[in-house]
């Protein structure tokens, strides 16, 4: 039956039959628990440059719809599951996954043991690299070894230069670090005039935008790898306007203001975890893509407060400054796919420029 | 002082509303509010309730109808603290809302878990529950009430075709009528106004053919709420939900779509104040982007217990907390579970489906057709790594009924068209059957409004079916069959081979079964949830139970004959074996089953009850004993088992008692321990001698006999003495004879159902002796216990048939088409005076 193979670094082979493009492909091995929204997670930049692996059973059950991308071009490295529908239903959904990723280039791989792989992942110790082959033999192997993966990932995926998503509101700068569409989504709800501009940009060349405010996008890898002039723009900005970070954003929030970060293991991505509003206490329930984690001793409080904590893991989700207006969460408040509880977020931050602006 | 107390309020007998799943869902509640240091009173008259018997669970059991005088009686005995309203079904809010409404609860000041008063209030009054929605903002179909033509016109071009049309308070027969253009619309509202007495219609939005969508939500008294499911109907609205195949995550849809029905299930739960489990119903139009809210049900109910089997989340013992006042934060789950797991979002990485399971032999011509009546009685849950897994393993219990499609090929094009546009029961095969003769998924989907998903799904299954009827013996076609969950009783038909065949073919191509463990992370965290079900995968997660350990085989789903006594018989069964030391391994397809309760089950298996897979099971635990109902040959055949385990049949068989007499019966219940015969009742049959098919099912105790009765009954017991050799429960039935002569009728094993009610005017454990008897003789204590019996003023046995809710007529009044029973108990009162 087998016609396609994943092997993974630590030697391990998943047997599994073919779907999307042919092309052999090699990346960091991710678990998502997410049971919706399987459009949504393949082309949203977080994945970039890792396989990812749906231990929900079915994906592809109505097609790809025209209206819910997360980003035009998909950088995700593979997608591992046990079942892909081929359907596409209607004249909104007129592609099937199959042909998606095959116009995509991305390799799929069903009628895998998704559970004993998410195993093997989650008690890897490490992050393992995968690759998807078509016959998983010692060159495979050696090419997997061989491969260095880049750590260049928000350069790879964020937009080369500024591009603006217009409307009649506030004047909104997103910097792209591997913007998800739900960012954009979000600001355009709320009338948003907004500028997306590349990772690199500056603090000069967001303030002379003169923007009622700027987020910062969530995107993919280790927000160390990152050079230091992001960190000197977020700690600039944000003593001049409202600053939202989300994500990958949150993360470089963090650490421009003290704070450092560990990674986990394996990467958590999901949205089932229950999240403490520390002034409420509330529970709420979000989407999470994450790689790294702040805890809550190496937080600098003499900069920032905790507004939101996971229960399970005990990771800051949330801070907030304790001089300038500027917050940030590590979880994804737009949603696609995802609760949206914690949408009232981006209302905060509208609320936030309009008392900066005195509106 | 005291322990606080709670009353739940139970249910009178199962019905096609509720079954099983509340006494399921009781025991683990109350087990819950127990440990929270709470004296618990269930009232409730179901026989077949294990409940009512279970002291870990129940302190006191009141066997009384739920009426409101009851309740304020039992409230004046107890002066409960708290009354759980959400264990009997709609019947319980109804008398809950009287009983405050005579001020008894105010007066005692109880307080109500799981409902307020204003919620209940609300659910039994639909008008009062859509103003609230509206209020609210939350889409409701729409619907308006008009008393001339014009209005008419202009309501119908407002809310669009379909639309509903219904007489007020009409004057004869009462009128509806569903209308799809202005000829059909401007005749119905004609006819509507004519027949109204008031002059008034109503006009409804018709959401006929969309998608049916329930989510099912946790909440606490903090506020805090969660998703502990969402499930979708592979039929579509217009088919009652409890007939409709429910498959669980949802499969077809949109995320957007999933939050926006989320969004609203959570806001009406936190409106109503619910505290525990609300499930709220949608009804989907994805071509309008637009979904209205079709029900709401703050009750424990049958989607209850199916979600927690599917997911693996212990809903019973977390509602029970809940009511407790315990928050989600805070509870704390077995050891099996991580931290924080009972405020976690429980995810599935499997699929789970629920399909009906209707009383088809007593169903004929347009009564099979489905509608917005529900039909059916249980239900069987299948659960795989894909839905044809799932789907496969939920259709392996229907008899003559099978991928083949036999009994489907000979339907003509226009029957099954019409079959296709009129749902009706085993539309499943139907929907199969029209792939196979070539329409197209989409075509398909236009006409049944069934997702596309599905039919693409079936149409695996069928071409599997096709490829392996062409290829007998072929390995490759075998491992693939197996991997989408066909059983091997179909492949060794297709194949014209024996099971056993097959099998042996398969275990030599190393094609075997894997388990995997129902919990509800999706992997992400190491979990020791007791729960497994079977695919053919790489990974095999489950271990072996340690010994001293006995495996039972379960009663399958409710159904007509027996009702869920023979659940009762196994739970009890369950709870004696678990008390002496035994890890309790149960295998059950029924999800509402009461044995799947971690309080009798250590381990559970979600299979198909059929050899392949019981066998498959065995094989793996090696039980110091099997349990295998008597009933069930086919299996007693087939199954190979090593010498180590020990097999006993469980008389847990559908009643075929069919003694038939003018002259009134007495019944003498008898146990027999393969030394000694002990005489445990005599009940009198009361149903009127009139009905010629004369048989038990009414039947009450003591029964006044003179001296020479007793003779002649003393005489006909000891006959049985001689003739009895294997131990076991037995009923001698007798005739009552003008000439005051009783004739022996017939000895018989002792009908579950019989089983039920006397353990419980007795309070006597009779299924636990008769463990004890299955293996050895009965001890100085029990003897005792089984000699002296409680005494009672008056027991009464009633069946409940369901040939009034299912329209059915001359329906005959016979043992095997019980569905429930109801009984009466009035203890002895020991005066001391």
């Known amino acids: ?359 | 002082m005291a322990q606080d107390c709670v009353l739940l309020i139970g249910t009178e007998s199962d019905n096609l509303q509720h079954g099983d799943e509340l006494d399921t869902l009781t025991l683990d509640i109350a087990a819950s509010l127990k440990k929270q240091g709470l004296t618990t009173v269930l009232i409730s008259t179901n026989p077949f309730s294990f409940s009512l018997d279970a002291k870990q669970a129940v302190d006191h059991a009141e066997i009384v109808p739920v009426t409101s005088i009851n309740v304020e009686n039992i409230i004046n005995k107890y002066h409960p603290r708290y009354i759980v309203p959400t264990l009997g079904g709609r019947h319980a809010f109804e008398v809950i809302q009287e009983v405050a409404e005579s001020g008894t609860l105010q007066k005692n000041n109880v307080e109500l878990l799981g409902s307020p008063l204003s919620t209940i209030r609300q659910i039994n009054n639909p008008v009062m529950l859509s103003r609230t929605l509206h209020t609210m903002d939350a889409p409701t179909k729409k619907i308006a009430t008009v008393d001339n033509y014009q209005a008419a016109d202009d309501t119908v071009t407002q809310i669009g075709y379909p639309a509903i049309i219904r007489s007020i308070m009409p004057k004869t027969s009462s009128f509806w009528r569903i209308v799809h253009d202005k000829n059909e619309m401007h005749e119905a509202v004609t006819i509507g106004l004519q027949r109204s007495r008031a002059g008034q219609i109503l006009i409804q939005q018709s959401l006929a053919g969309l998608k049916e969508i329930e989510v099912i939500v946790l909440r606490d008294a903090s506020g805090t709420m969660m998703q502990l499911a969402m499930v979708e109907d592979i039929d579509p609205i217009g088919t009652h939900a409890g007939d409709s195949i429910a498959v669980t995550p949802a499969q077809t849809l949109l995320d957007r779509e999933i939050q926006d029905m989320r969004d609203i299930a959570f806001a009406i739960t936190r409106k109503l104040r619910v505290v525990g489990i609300n499930h709220v119903q949608f009804a989907l139009d994805e071509e309008k982007e637009q979904f209205y809210v079709i029900k709401n049900s703050p009750y424990l109910d049958r989607m209850s217990t199916f979600v927690g089997q599917a997911t693996g989340y212990p809903v019973g013992m977390v509602v029970g907390q809940l009511y407790a006042g315990m928050n989600l934060v805070d509870i704390h789950l077995d050891h099996g579970y991580y931290r924080h797991a009972a405020v976690t979002e429980p995810v599935m990485d499997r699929v789970a489906v629920r399909v009906p399971v209707w009383p088809s032999s007593i169903l004929h011509g347009k009564n099979r057709l489905l509608s917005t009546q529900k039909k059916s009685l249980g239900s069987v849950i299948g659960i795989g790594r894909s839905l044809e897994e799932a789907l496969c393993k939920a259709i392996s219990f229907d008899h003559g009924e099978d991928l083949r499609l036999q009994a489907e090929n000979k339907l003509s094009e226009d029957e099954l068209i019409s079959g296709l546009i009129h749902p009706q029961i085993g539309r499943l095969y139907l929907l199969m059957e029209a792939l196979r003769r070539g329409y197209s998924p989409e075509e398909l989907s236009e006409m049944t409004k069934v997702d596309e998903y599905y039919f693409v799904e079936l149409d695996k299954l069928l071409d599997l079916v096709k490829q392996l009827n062409g290829h007998p013996g072929d390995e490759k076609l075998l491992g693939q069959a197996k991997y989408l969950g066909i059983p091997d009783k179909l492949i060794a038909d297709l194949w014209g081979l024996s099971e056993g065949r097959v099998a042996a073919i398969r275990h030599g191509n190393g094609i075997n079964r894997t388990y995997k463990m129902v919990e509800p992370t999706g992997g992400e965290f190491a979990t020791d949830v007791a729960s497994y079900y079977s695919t053919f995968e790489m990974e095999d997660e489950s271990q072996v139970t340690p010994t001293p350990s006995v495996m039972v085989v379960g009663a399958g789903p409710l159904q007509l004959g027996m009702g869920s006594a023979g659940d009762y018989f196994y739970a009890a069964v369950l709870a004696k074996l678990r008390h002496y030391g035994y890890h309790t391994i149960v295998v059950n397809n029924n999800p509402s089953s009461v044995t799947l309760s971690p309080l009798l089950a250590n381990k559970r298996y979600l299979e198909p009850l059929i050899a392949e897979n019981i066998q498959s099971i065995v094989g793996i635990e090696h039980p110091d004993y099997l349990l295998v109902p008597a009933s069930r040959s086919d299996l007693l055949s087939a199954l190979n088992v090593a010498d180590e385990t020990q097999l006993l049949t469980m008389p847990i068989n559908r009643n075929t008692r069919s003694i038939s007499s003018h002259f009134p019966l007495y019944n003498c219940d008898l146990l027999f321990d393969g030394k000694q015969l002990y005489q445990l009742a005599i009940t009198a049959d009361y149903q009127s001698p009139l009905n010629l098919k004369y048989q038990s099912t009414h039947q009450y105790l003591p029964v006044e006999l003179t001296p020479l009765d007793k003779h002649q009954v003393e005489r006909l017991v000891d006959q049985c003495r001689s003739s009895l050799t294997k131990p076991g429960l037995y009923q001698l039935v007798m005739s009552v004879h003008q000439d005051g002569t009783i004739k022996r009728e017939g000895l018989l094993p002792l009908p579950l159902t019989d089983v039920a009610f006397l353990s419980k005017v007795l309070a006597l454990d009779i299924p636990g002796l008769y463990s004890q008897i299955a293996t050895d003789v009965l001890d100085d204590e029990q003897q005792l216990a089984v000699q002296h019996p409680r005494l009672v003023e008056r027991a009464v046995y009633q069946a409940q048939f369901p040939f009034k809710a299912l329209r059915v007529q001359n329906g005959q009044l016979s043992v095997k088409n019980v569905m429930g029973a109801t009984m009466f108990l009035f203890p002895h009162q020991n005066k001391l005076s």
Do not use: W
């Open chain 1, 1 to 359: 039956m087998a016609d396609r193979y994943l092997i993974l670094e630590d030697g391990s082979v998943f047997p599994g039959t073919a779907f999307g493009s042919p092309a052999v492909t090699f990346g960091e091995m991710v678990f998502t628990t997410v049971m919706t929204g399987y459009q949504e997670i393949i082309t949203n930049q977080v994945f970039h440059n890792q396989i990812v692996v749906f231990t929900t059973p079915n994906i592809g059950n109505y097609g790809i719809e025209r209206n819910i991308y997360e980003s035009i071009v998909p950088t995700i490295k593979g997608v591992v599951v046990k079942n892909v529908a081929n359907v596409s239903t209607n004249k909104k959904r007129r592609l099937t996954l199959d042909r998606y990723l095959n116009s995509m280039n991305i390799p799929g791989i069903a009628n895998v043991d998704t559970r004993a792989l998410t195993h093997r992942l989650r008690d890897a110790g490490k992050l393992l690299k995968g690759s998807i082959v078509p016959v998983p033999d010692e060159h495979a192997f050696d090419q997997l070894q061989a491969t260095v993966l880049t750590n260049q990932q928000v350069a790879q995926v964020s937009a080369p230069k500024p591009y603006p998503n217009p409307d009649v509101g506030m004047s909104v700068v997103v910097v792209d670090f591997g913007l998800k569409n739900g960012i954009l989504r979000e600001l355009s709800r709320r009338k948003c005039n907004v500028t997306v501009l590349p990772y690199n940009a500056t603090a000069e060349e967001i303030l002379r935008l003169d923007p009622d405010g700027v987020v910062l996008s969530s995107g993919p890898g280790n927000p160390a790898s990152l050079r230091a002039s992001v960190l000197e723009m977020i700690r600039e900005v944000e003593t001049r306007v409202p600053l939202f970070g989300i994500g990958l954003g949150h993360e470089l929030f963090a650490i421009a203001n003290g704070c450092s970060l560990k990674p986990i293991i394996p990467d958590h991505s999901g949205m089932n975890h229950p999240i403490k509003e520390v002034i409420t206490g509330h529970i709420v329930y979000a989407t999470q893509n994450q790689g790294y984690i702040l805890t809550h001793d190496a937080v600098d409080r003499s900069q920032l407060y905790v507004t939101y904590v996971d229960l399970i893991d005990g990771s800051i989700q949330g801070l907030r400054h304790r001089d300038y207006a500027a917050f940030s969460v590590q979880f994804f408040p737009d949603g696609a796919p995802g609760p949206d509880e914690t949408n009232g977020l981006f209302d905060e931050f509208m609320d936030t420029m309009r008392v900066r602006e005195g509106r």
